[in-house]
């Protein structure tokens, strides 16, 4: 039985992770480590904890005496690494936070894989290490910049970052890679498009478009709305990630991606026609509504969008080519658009109870109620 370190297992991607392994194979345990900062909802998790084959540890990334103490009490063979602060907006008021976690977390995850398996020095003087393990990092396409109307990110696109976010997950990559090359660690990259699901934290476009419609608000979008990325469901990102840390090639990069491009001002257009859809066909989701709203349902449409002012250094289109993980290893998006933000619209209107859990005004005081001591 192979034993995984999972940082970051609480938020969105690492959550979906964490139920796709425990779901697929018998034989892993995961070690699931979460500060439960904003986006760690232990809640996402709870079940699937059961001190066996899935263990919650509340703690830093940056903690390299924990880190230390789980790599050898546990006796880690593989490290994935979720854990970050991934919103562009919150790093743009405060980059030091995203230095320290995404930076400087990193490196300590990266120390301590190295000391724990570290067994000894070969004739070339690299270290070497026991069989079987890997460091994975899960990067981001934002950390190539910024595409024109044409062309593919590939893994040799030169990095770019125009955010704090970016900036940090890129450096991050750059550490990474010196782990490889400097000390011989077996490590891998998946850089990934927009991941979209469920349990996304709702300050993320789609359930903040999602919510605010459930409300009757507003539907903020950047600027004329023009602003293209490429979505992935994070099911298929998550086979991705499983696929390259069992069979992908030591030191390697891959590019994970949706084929799935679309205008930021689609997306809401789509949401909207969708969560009318659902409230048509399932009257009993109007209850979701304001009260004066839940008769007349001509109001889910185009006015309620808001054009705002835009993000400041905001990058005009990402996409992906995944040529590299098709051919290498197989992998492939199975899940198209259109599918999956139907799954996903559907997913959040019928799982309001975590929602709320996640939005609301004692978000934090919540956290500390029920986990203390966790």
């Given at each position: 039985m192979k034993t995984y370190l999972v940082t970051g297992a609480a938020g969105f991607i690492g959550s979906n992770f964490v139920k796709y392994m425990l779901g697929?194979?018998?034989d892993v345990r995961l070690v699931c480590l979460?500060?439960?900062?904003?986006?760690?909802?232990?809640g996402t998790i709870d079940e699937n904890i059961d001190g066996e084959r899935c263990i919650f540890v509340r703690g830093d990334i940056g903690d390299r005496k924990l880190v230390d103490s789980l790599m050898k009490d546990y006796d880690v063979d593989v490290v994935v690494n979720f854990a970050a602060e991934s919103h562009v907006d919150?790093?743009?008021?405060?980059?030091?936070?995203?230095?320290?976690?995404?930076i400087l977390g990193t490196q300590t995850l990266l120390e301590a894989a190295k000391a724990a398996w570290q067994t000894?020095?070969?004739?070339?003087?690299?270290?070497t290490y026991r069989d079987g393990v890997r460091y994975h990092q899960v990067s981001t396409d934002e950390v190539y910049g910024s595409l024109g109307k044409e062309g593919y990110f590939t893994e040799n696109t030169p990095l770019d970052p125009h955010?704090?976010?970016?900036?940090?997950?890129?450096?991050?990559?750059h550490f990474v890679a010196a782990y490889r090359d400097t000390y011989h660690l077996p490590v891998s990259i998946t850089r990934c498009s927009n991941?979209?699901?469920?349990?996304?934290?709702?300050?993320?476009l789609i359930p903040l478009i999602l919510g605010n419609i459930l409300k009757a608000k507003p539907l903020p979008v950047y600027g004329k709305g023009e602003n293209i990325r490429d979505w992935l469901y994070v099911e298929d990102h998550c086979k991705a990630i499983d696929m390259v840390v069992r069979n992908g090639k030591p030191g390697n990069i891959y590019?994970?991606?949706?084929?799935n491009e679309r205008q930021n001002i689609v997306i809401v257009r789509t949401i909207l026609t969708l969560v009318r859809e659902e409230m048509e066909q399932n009257p009993e989701l109007r209850t979701l509504l304001p009260a004066d709203k839940r008769e007349d349902l001509s109001w889910i449409g185009e006015g309620l969008i808001t054009y705002v002012t835009d993000r400041l250094g905001h990058d005009l289109r990402y996409g992906i080519d995944p040529q590299k993980i098709k051919d290498d290893l197989g992998w492939y998006p199975e899940t198209d658009f259109e599918t999956g933000i139907r799954k996903t619209v559907h997913w959040y209107l019928t799982h309001r109870e975590w929602v709320e859990a996640v939005s609301g005004d004692d978000y934090q005081q919540y956290y500390e109620r029920m986990y203390a001591g966790r």
């Open positions: 697929r194979y018998d979460d500060l439960l900062t904003y986006a760690g909802y232990l919150r790093s743009i008021e405060n980059p030091q936070l995203f230095l320290q976690t995404n000894g020095k070969g004739a070339d003087g690299f270290p955010s704090p976010y970016s900036a940090s997950k890129a450096s991050a990559d991941n979209y699901g469920p349990y996304h934290f709702p300050e993320k590019n994970v991606g949706g084929h």
